[in-house]
C-alpha cells in the first residue's frame, strides 16, 4: 500500500489487491484494507489502517492499474480531512548538473546516484537472455531507487524552504548529446516535478528562472571577470576566484547563488519565471 497523491483533501490510494476484475463488492473492498498493514494518511504520520472506521469513510470513486512487473492495483480516491502544513521559511536556489545532481546555495549537494549505471549490466544480461520477467524487475528497481532518493532530497528541502528557485536545465535537450543516460539518469525533471507539487502543498513559492550566465557571474560583485569559467573548455574548472573582488568560489555553489539572486530579481518585479 503507499500513498500516490494529496490533492485538495482527497488521498489517492493504491492497494495491490492481487484482482483481475472489477467486480468486487463495498464490503469486499473494506475487508481488502482492513487486511492492508499500514498506508500514510493526509498527516503523513505512519498509522495502522485498520484503527480507521471504514464505514465512515467516504469512497470516491476507483480504478484498477498495472505496473511494469505485471502487479496489479486497485486505486481509491477517498476523503479525508487535510492537515495544514508550512515550511520553515527558509530560501534557497539549487544547480542542476550531472557531476552533483543538485547543489545548494548553502553549500548542499545531492549526490549522483547513478541507479541506471549501477544496474546496467545485469539489465544487458537479462535483455540478452530474452528473460522479460527479469528485465522489467530491474527496470523497476532502477526506477523506485532513483524515485526513493529523490523524494527524501526534495523532502529535507521543501520542510526547510518556503521558496525554492531552480535553473531551466533541460532533460530532453540535453538529451540529444552523447551524455544522454548520465542526464536522463539524473532524474532532473521528476525532481523538480515533485520540488514544485510539494511547495504548493506547504504553501510555498518554487520559480524557474533563466540560467544563462550564472557559471561566469560572481555571485558576490555580480560580475563577468576574464578568469571565470567559459564554454565547453571551463567545464572542468570546479573552482574559481573572481579577477574583480578576489572570492574564491566553488562552481556549483556560485551558480545556485546566483540562481536564488535571479529568483529574487524576478518576485522583486513581478515577472513570471520562464
Known amino acids: ?30 475487508q481488502k484494507l482492513k487486511n492492508a498493514d499500514k498506508t500514510h494518511v493526509a498527516d ?13 469513510l467516504d469512497f470516491r470513486s476507483g480504478c484498477f492499474s498495472q505496473d511494469s512487473r505485471g502487479r496489479w492495483y486497485f486505486n481509491i480516491v477517498i476523503q479525508l480531512e487535510s492537515v495544514a502544513r508550512q515550511a520553515e521559511g527558509g530560501q534557497i536556489g539549487i544547480d542542476l548538473g550531472l557531476k552533483t545532481t543538485a547543489t545548494c ?21 537479462a535483455q540478452r537472455a530474452k528473460n522479460k520477467k527479469r528485465v522489467k524487475a530491474i527496470h523497476a528497481k532502477i526506477k523506485n531507487t532513483r524515485k526513493d532518493a529523490i523524494h527524501k532530497f526534495t523532502n529535507k528541502i521543501v520542510r526547510e ?6 535553473g531551466n ?32 502543498a ?41 579577477a574583480e573582488c578576489g572570492t574564491t568560489h566553488d562552481r556549483d555553489v556560485n551558480v545556485a547563488k546566483n540562481i536564488l539572486a535571479l529568483g529574487h530579481e524576478r518576485l522583486a518585479v513581478g515577472i513570471p519565471a520562464v
Not at 44 to 56: A, G, I, M, N, Y
Not at 161 to 166: A, E, K
Open 161 to 166: 524552504n518556503s521558496l525554492i528557485i531552480v
Open 105 to 125: 546555495s548553502n553549500g548542499d549537494s545531492f549526490a549522483r546516484q547513478n541507479c541506471y549505471r549501477n544496474l546496467e549490466l545485469k539489465l544487458g544480461k
Open 202 to 242: 506547504t504553501q510555498g513559492v518554487f520559480i524557474e528562472v533563466n540560467e544563462s550566465y550564472t557559471a561566469q557571474t560572481c555571485s558576490c560583485c555580480g560580475l563577468i571577470s576574464a578568469n571565470s569559467p567559459k564554454g565547453r573548455a571551463g567545464l572542468g574548472i570546479r573552482e574559481w576566484t573572481c
Open 1 to 30: 500500500m503507499k500513498l500516490q497523491k494529496m490533492l485538495l483533501g482527497f488521498t489517492t490510494l493504491a492497494l495491490s489487491l492481487n484482482v483481475f476484475a472489477a467486480d468486487l463488492t463495498r464490503v469486499e473492498i473494506e
Open 169 to 200: 536545465v533541460s532533460s530532453r535537450k540535453l538529451a540529444k548529446s552523447g551524455l544522454a543516460k548520465s542526464i536522463l539518469d539524473a532524474g532532473w525533471f521528476m525532481l523538480k516535478t515533485q520540488l514544485e507539487y510539494k511547495s504548493i
Open 44 to 56: 503523513l504520520r505512519r498509522k495502522d489502517f485498520r484503527t480507521l472506521d471504514l464505514s465512515k
